[in-house]
């Protein structure tokens, strides 16, 4: 038998339009090595909204269609066509990770294991009812997990443990992380917390810092402060956190950073013509601010500002590794990895029209979790 | 004996002024490994004018003293004081390269075997009639060559080669060099054509163009074009060059080459929403230009921008590499790595109002060559 479901879909057509819609779909038969999740729970998280908007403006955003069926269609900037030329014309699914219970199963040994189990489970397409994955992609969770719980066991975790462990190969001691009072900068805090890493949490709003200090962390500033320079600098003096991971990649934060380690850095020593001979080090890792990013001169030459994605890690690691950071998300995915959401949609709730006004404003406290089900 | 000579000091007050002057020094007895080389050439590179100006403006520079030991004085605007406040009160000789004639050595056979050799020399306090160095910043160079020839085999030649061995060492496999008409992009074409190295020069000026032309460069781009960032792009998609050296550090420049190497890595590909996987990385290894640099979001995750020097390239290397880099420069100072100067001057001419006013406005195409017994 095959499983027949929605799948929530984005298209870009030539002529400017993205449409989001729900179309209904079938699954494959499961080859030896996969299975089929009916997936009970999926976040949208900001590393889908790119996938899922393209270059749109969602202030021009307009609900169409039925209640059951809705319709989203929104203006493409004519000049930012050509930045989605690839992907124009083509209805792509959407949806970055999830978890569900496995309803169906291939012959091999490994799928088979799984038949019934709740997984959690990535690969792209999981705002749908149903999904085919190979096992290789599907991680069994405890049996005292719920799918809610289950499912974000992937991009948050593994991106968060990805700043420790590049921290760790790079020889760096100590982190400073910005938008640290996401999810994602919480389980970061935690991992930290556990692992005895010196944090630096760089937030934006009185309560944000009030929220981290609670779960435990120790080094806590906050932008719009006006001592903001030398609490940063203070902080990474105390910690010699000279690697920082950033989520807004654009103005002038990265900036300060970089300035605020400088000076950290030679504070009590001879002058150099250059700079100081610490490297100071950022990795960019999300888009929060779109505008452009502005670099002085203001830290000399050992310097570095570099794009950091998880795919790329994932492939540098290895599979061992890999799996190693997979088994310590399962264990710990009702502490240390557990995730928050402000709301729990259905796929058409996802398309409404208070939805689209909470992604295009980029509302970074709203986070919701779709139950495709639901 | 004890040679007693002139030497270019650069000093700082606590008041905010900078004081050019020239002094008259004794150089030490030599130690066992030790030589005292009769500086005979000794150029003034973009890099040496950090340590001589601090950051002075040098449009406030006022000649005084007398012709043959003039005094120029300059303001450091107070908010700029801080930046140097590790060198102030501190009278700083300059210098980073020159070539002279060895007239007393020390004890060992690798000194005594120098005296009377023609030798370029590196390591700060150029500017000087004698400077004693350890054997080890001594190279002997052939029987042929004369000091004005060998003034130059460290700085630029060194930089010159230390982009082409980074480059292998980073597994790229061809360039793009910025401010790429200046003696060091001439000195890189000839390396490049030498090794067989796909080399894309980035000039500003059509006259620039023609130059590098005339030398044999086979990529050579105007950014003051109105197709430039077209011809850009092909240059790249041609060549294969994601690593690029640029002079400039501030502006859209950086922006615009890892623009076109994305838009170079996504020809004819299907739609990655991240960027193209292709890593895309500048190398800032000077300052130009000195406002912000910019950086936008046109080219995903796949990128870097970090800072470059010789110094921490040459502890990377290790001595044994360095001195084959070394052996090569000293073979080829006639040919691969020869340099032209606008002017010879004196120690006293250096400190000329003329001069001030080509350094201050960073005349690029203004290149003086010191002869301090002139």
């Known amino acids: 038998m095959a499983y027949t479901g929605l799948q929530l879909r984005s298209l870009i057509t030539p002529e400017g339009k993205l449409k989001l819609s729900l179309e209904e779909v079938e699954t494959p038969d499961p080859g030896p090595d996969e299975v089929i999740v009916r997936i009970d729970a999926a ?29 989203v269609t929104a203006d493409v900037p004519e000049k930012l066509l050509g930045m989605v030329a690839g992907r124009t014309g083509e209805s792509m699914a959407v949806g970055n990770e ?55 066991s992937f991009v948050n975790p593994m991106t968060a443990l990805g700043m420790v462990e590049t921290m760790r190969d790079e020889n760096f001691n100590a982190l400073v992380h910005t938008a640290a009072a996401s999810n994602l900068g919480q389980m970061l805090n935690r991992i930290c917390l556990a692992d005895g890493i010196d944090l630096v949490n760089i937030v934006r709003k009185e309560e944000q810092a009030t929220l981290l200090r609670e779960i435990g962390a120790a080094h806590v500033v906050n932008s719009s402060s006006d001592s903001f320079a030398g609490d940063l600098t203070d902080a990474i003096h105390n910690t010699g956190a000279y690697l920082a991971f950033d989520a807004t990649g654009g103005g002038r934060l990265v900036n300060t950073i970089l300035t605020c380690m400088e000076q950290s850095a030679t504070r009590g020593m001879a002058y150099n013509r250059y700079g100081s001979d610490t490297l100071k080090k950022a990795y960019v890792y999300g888009r929060l601010d779109l505008s452009p990013m502005e670099l002085t001169a203001a830290y000399g030459f050992a310097f570095s500002v570099s794009g950091w994605l998880l795919t790329p890690f994932l492939q540098r690691i290895g599979l061992e590794r890999m799996a190693t ?13 557990a995730s928050h959401y402000s709301d729990e949609v259905s796929l058409a709730e996802a ?24």
Do not use: W
């Open 98 to 152: 999830g978890a569900g219970v496995v309803v169906q199963a291939g012959s091999s040994d490994a799928a088979q294991a799984l038949l019934g189990k709740l997984v959690a489970v990535a690969g792209g397409e999981m705002f749908s009812q149903y999904r085919c994955v190979n096992v290789f992609m599907a991680m069994p969770m405890g049996d005292e997990v719920s799918a809610r719980e289950a499912a974000s």
């Open 325 to 337: 950071l997979q088994q310590r998300i399962a264990r710990e995915i009702k502490t240390t990895f």
């Open 43 to 71: 976040p949208i998280n900001p590393s889908d909204l790119a996938l899922l908007f393209g270059p749109a403006d969602m202030r021009t955003a307009e609900p169409g269609g039925t209640p059951e069926r809705p319709v």
């Open 351 to 374: 398309l409404s029209p208070a939805a689209m006004l909470a992604y295009g404003q980029r509302q970074t406290g709203q986070k919701y979790l779709i139950n495709p089900h639901g």
